[in-house]
């Protein structure tokens, strides 16, 4: 369940909200569709780059997109590409879609299903409108070697550095998370903060505190833990 308290901008329109890293982003993205569009907002999902193409909540046009916000449904708005997948609209229905919208959600980076990753040069894509980033990752990487757990592991190794068989600490995972070239790439002057997702068991919630705390205290980033059981992820 998510809490406003721990995300203030639920209860606030107006926000283009970009999701990056791993570990759980379409998961997030869909739950903050569920629950702005169950307080009678007009909720538009969609991406910079790709996303995994829905069911019933697909727009393909604007005749679909009024009748999803008439039924009280947030509209998954994407041009269908290989894979089962959408990719961005044209700018210029993108941005008038986005401006008849109370809340904005786009995944703005790719991470293979893996927990955590760091972006290539062309990532992420976050749009001019954006003004809410939030860098997602999943607990489940922490103490396993960074060539498991890590999409773009290069690039990964060339930040830490450190080599792939190096295992993932509260403190790596900060410093990743943190970095104007990890998760924190392009944000500039948006708000920023991070989501540690999988806080599933005793041990991940504390070794998620604990990542928290020094995102805190050496890097200034806020941040907050969830969890998502099996019927709820994406």
């Given at each position: 369940?998510?809490l406003?308290?721990?995300?203030?901008f639920l209860?606030?329109?107006?926000?283009?909200?970009?999701?990056?890293?791993?570990?759980g982003?379409?998961?997030?993205?869909?739950?903050?569709a569920?629950h702005?569009?169950?307080?009678?907002?007009r909720?538009?999902?969609?991406?910079?780059?790709?996303?995994?193409q829905p069911g019933?909540?697909y727009?393909?046009?604007?005749?679909?997109?009024?009748?999803?916000w008439?039924?009280?449904?947030y509209?998954?708005a994407?041009?269908?590409?290989?894979?089962g997948?959408?990719?961005?609209l044209?700018?210029?229905?993108?941005?008038?879609?986005?401006?008849?919208?109370?809340?904005?959600?786009l995944e703005?980076?790719?991470?293979?299903?893996m927990?955590?990753k760091?972006?290539?040069?062309?990532?992420?894509?976050?749009l001019?409108?954006?003004?809410?980033?939030?860098?997602?990752?999943?607990?489940?990487?922490l103490g396993?070697?960074?060539?498991?757990?890590c999409?773009?592991?290069?690039q990964?190794?060339?930040?830490?550095?450190?080599?792939?068989?190096?295992?993932?600490t509260?403190?790596?995972?900060?410093?990743?998370?943190?970095?104007?070239?990890?998760?924190?790439?392009?944000?500039?002057n948006?708000?920023?903060?991070?989501?540690?997702?999988?806080?599933?068991?005793?041990?991940?919630?504390?070794a998620?505190?604990?990542?928290?705390?020094?995102?805190?205290?050496?890097?200034?980033v806020?941040?907050v833990?969830?969890?998502?059981?099996?019927?709820?992820?994406?």
């Open positions: 369940m998510l406003e308290t721990q995300f203030p209860a606030e329109k107006g926000h283009v909200i970009s999701l990056v890293g791993g570990g982003k379409t998961t997030l993205l869909y739950a903050f569920r702005c569009a169950a307080k009678g907002w909720v538009l999902v969609s991406t910079t780059t790709h996303i995994r019933a909540h727009a393909a046009d604007e005749a679909a997109l009024a009748a999803l008439a039924e009280g449904r509209a998954v994407g041009v269908p590409a290989e894979q997948k959408l990719t961005v044209p700018p210029e229905q993108l941005t008038r879609w986005m401006a008849q919208a109370d809340m904005v959600l703005a980076d790719g991470a293979k299903r927990p955590c760091v972006p290539a040069a062309h990532e992420p894509v976050l001019r409108e954006s003004d809410i980033v939030l860098a997602v990752a999943g607990l489940s990487a396993r070697p960074l060539r498991e757990v999409f773009r592991l290069e990964a190794c060339a930040l830490l550095g450190a080599d792939p068989e190096t295992l993932l509260p403190e790596l995972l900060a410093r990743l998370l943190a970095s104007e070239q990890g998760g924190r790439k392009r944000v500039g948006r708000r920023f903060s991070v989501v540690l997702n999988q806080a599933d068991d005793p041990a991940r919630i504390a998620g505190e604990q990542t928290l705390a020094l995102l805190c205290k050496k890097y200034e806020q941040g833990l969830t969890y998502f059981d099996e019927k709820e992820r994406a």
